[in-house]
């Protein structure tokens, strides 16, 4: 059961392979490799990974196994679509992550395609949300991990409250103009 911020970093994967796609059939690797690289570190890391990380391990028991399958499914399947799309531009190191992880060679594997699965976020609206908390709790010298007692957040963001509520350890979400109490 994929949530909507599985679909969110599914639609930005497939942004990136089109963009890869295009840039690799003019024989330009430098522009493909950069946004590969930001895509992991800033988009992936940063926010996916922080919000879904608590659904895979689920140590409370707040998410259904259908919702657990589906972050390890949608990490699982970033992971392998990255894997590809760097093979043109790092062969040796992708070939050996591949094998060891998938026991196959990523080089006679076919191109990856778009999953198809769109979300009504943006990468702009993940960013815009966490950067506003983690400024709150860094401006007010909170942990990242300490609890905030509410934050009212804008409608759009509904679709993902349980885990922003999870990550940023937020007992109370309402909606309207962006604040925290």
Do not use: C
Not at 3 to 28: C, F, G, P
Not at 100 to 105: E, H, I, K, V
Not at 149 to 163: A, G, R
């Amino acid at each position: 059961e994929l949530r909507n911020i599985d679909k969110w970093i599914l639609s930005e994967m497939d942004k990136l392979v089109v963009l890869a796609d295009d840039s690799y059939n003019k024989y330009d690797f430098h522009v493909p490799a950069t946004k590969i690289k930001h895509f992991l570190w800033e988009t992936l890391a940063s926010h996916y990974l922080e919000l879904a990380k608590k659904r895979v391990y689920d140590d409370a028991n707040l998410f259904s196994e259908e919702e657990k399958n589906g972050a390890v499914y949608t990490l699982n399947t970033v992971l392998q679509t990255l894997l590809k799309l760097w093979a043109p531009v790092i062969p040796v190191l992708t070939y050996k992550v591949y094998r060891d992880l998938y026991n196959d060679d990523i080089h006679f594997l076919e191109y990856p395609t778009q999953t198809g699965i769109t979300s009504e976020l943006t990468k702009a609206d993940v960013e815009e949300l966490n950067g506003f908390i983690w400024k709150h709790k860094k401006d007010n010298g909170i942990s990242l991990k300490d609890p905030i007692k509410k934050l009212t957040m804008p409608e759009k963001y509904k679709s993902i409250e349980k885990d922003i509520s999870i990550m940023h350890n937020i007992p109370e979400i309402i909606y309207g103009e962006l604040k925290i109490e």
